[in-house]
C-alpha cells in the first residue's frame, strides 16, 4: 500500500500498479483497490496510469474484468468501490 500512495515519487506508483496487474491474482488487485479507494485524484491517475499500461504493453494477463468481478463481492466497501473503479479503467483500455 505504501509503494502504491507513495506521496515523494510517482514513478513508484505507477510501476507497483502495473506489477500488481501482471501478478493478476485477487490479493494483488485488492491491494490496487483498497489504494484507489484512498488514494487523491492524483495518486488515483497514476495508479490508472499504471493499470492500463500492464493492459496494453502485455499479453496473457490474467482477466482484470473477472478478477474486479470477485471484489465485487468482497465484505469491505472500500475494496467494492475500489474494484469498480478498476473496472472502468480496463474498459476503457479495451476500446
Known sequence: MRLLLDVGD???TRQT???LVRVGT???VR????????????????IQTGVQDALVRTD??????????QLAQDPEATVRRGAAEISV???????
Not at 490496487?32 to 495518486?43: C, F, K, S
Open 60 to 69: 496473457g494477463l490474467p482477466d482484470l474484468a473477472a478478477v474486479c468481478g
Open 17 to 19: 500498479a502495473e506489477a
Open 89 to 95: 479503467w480496463a474498459d476503457d483500455t479495451r476500446r
Open 31 to 46: 491491494l490496487i483497490a483498497l489504494a484507489v479507494a484512498e488514494a487523491d485524484d492524483h495518486r488515483a491517475d497514476w
Open 10 to 12: 510517482t514513478a513508484v
Open 26 to 28: 485477487v490479493a494483488a
